[in-house]
C-alpha cells in the first residue's frame, strides 16, 4: 500500500486512546511530564518502533514470536507469544471498554452493546486482508484523532482562560506519588510501548521499499508523541488554570 497509508494505519494501531489517557493521567505530575515524554519518544520509543518493524521487513513480515524463535530459540517464542497474547487482552480490554464509554455518553447506547460491536469489529479487521478493511477505515480514523488534537489544542492556546505551564520541577504537582516511576508506567503510550513490536507485522508487510521504513514507523511514533505532548499540555492548563480538586483528580 502507499507510504501515507501505512504511515496512517501504524500511527493509529500504535495510538489509539494510549496517548491521550495517559497523557492526561501524567499531567498530574506537572510539566515533568513534557520531558519525559519528548526525551522517550526520540531516544526509546521511536528507535524500538523502528527496528520492531524494519526487523519484520527483513524477515518478510513474520511476527515478533517467529522472529525471536529464529535468532534466540524455540522455548523464548512461546514465552514471547504468551506474553503477548496477555498484554494483547489488557490492551483490547481497556482500549474497548473506553472507546465503548465514549460511543455510549454520546448515543445513550448501552455500553455492553457498544462493546460487543467492537469485538466483532475486531474479529472481522483481524481475519480480512489488511487492504479490505482496515487499509480503508485505519487512514480516516487515523486523519480525524489528527484533526481532533488540532482543533483541542488550539482551542487551548487561543482562550485566554488557559494557560500551559513552563517547564518546572517544583509546585505544580496535583499529585503525593513519586515521579519515578509511576510517571514512566503512566504516560507509557505516547513515550515508549514494548506492545507495537506486536503491531509491526500489520504494515510490514505492506510496504513497497525498506526506505519507507523509516517515515512510517520511525515517523508514526514521532507523531504519536506529540499527540501525547498536545493531551498532556491540554491536561495541565484545565489542572493550572483551578484548584486541585477530588473532581479533577
Given at each position: 500500500m502507499p507510504k501515507t497509508k501505512n504511515f496512517l494505519i501504524n500511527f493509529l494501531n500504535i495510538a489509539g486512546l494510549g496517548p491521550i489517557f495517559g497523557a492526561i493521567q501524567g499531567a498530574l505530575f506537572g510539566p515533568a511530564a513534557f520531558l519525559w515524554i519528548?526525551?522517550?519518544t526520540i531516544f526509546i520509543g521511536c528507535i524500538h518502533d523502528f527496528f520492531a518493524g524494519f526487523m519484520?521487513?527483513?524477515?518478510?513480515?513474520?511476527t515478533m514470536p517467529k522472529i525471536v524463535s529464529k535468532y534466540l530459540g524455540f522455548g523464548l517464542e512461546k514465552f514471547v507469544a504468551v506474553l503477548?497474547?496477555?498484554?494483547?487482552?489488557?490492551?483490547?480490554?481497556?482500549?474497548?471498554?473506553?472507546?465503548?464509554?465514549?460511543?455510549?455518553?454520546?448515543?445513550?447506547?448501552?455500553?455492553?452493546?457498544?462493546i460487543t460491536i467492537i469485538f466483532i469489529y475486531f474479529l472481522i479487521a483481524t481475519v480480512f486482508p489488511i487492504d479490505k478493511i482496515i487499509g480503508r477505515t485505519y487512514p480516516i480514523f487515523g486523519a480525524l484523532l489528527l484533526i481532533m488534537?488540532?482543533?483541542?489544542?488550539?482551542?487551548?492556546?487561543?482562550?485566554?482562560t488557559y494557560t500551559i505551564p513552563e517547564f518546572t520541577t517544583q509546585g505544580l504537582y496535583?499529585?503525593?506519588?513519586?515521579?519515578?516511576p509511576y510517571l514512566f508506567v503512566t504516560i507509557a503510550c505516547g513515550a515508549i510501548s514494548g506492545f507495537h513490536a506486536s503491531q509491526a507485522p500489520i504494515v510490514s508487510r505492506c510496504i513497497e521499499n525498506e526506505k519507507?521504513?523509516?517515515?512510517?514507523?520511525?515517523g508514526s511514533m514521532v507523531v504519536e508523541?506529540?499527540?501525547a505532548l498536545?493531551?498532556?499540555?491540554?491536561?495541565?492548563?484545565?489542572?493550572?488554570?483551578?484548584?486541585?480538586?477530588?473532581?479533577?483528580?
Open positions: 519528548t526525551l522517550g519484520s521487513i527483513r524477515e518478510d513480515g513474520l503477548i497474547i496477555i498484554t494483547g487482552i489488557l490492551v483490547s480490554a481497556t482500549f474497548a471498554k473506553g472507546a465503548a464509554d465514549l460511543i455510549s455518553n454520546l448515543t445513550q447506547i448501552p455500553v455492553l452493546i457498544c488534537v488540532v482543533i483541542m489544542t488550539a482551542g487551548v492556546i487561543l482562550n485566554p496535583l499529585t503525593d506519588k513519586s515521579i519515578f519507507d521504513a523509516r517515515p512510517v514507523f520511525f508523541g506529540l499527540v498536545c493531551w498532556a499540555a491540554i491536561a495541565m492548563a484545565f489542572f493550572h488554570s483551578q484548584p486541585p480538586t477530588c473532581s479533577n483528580l
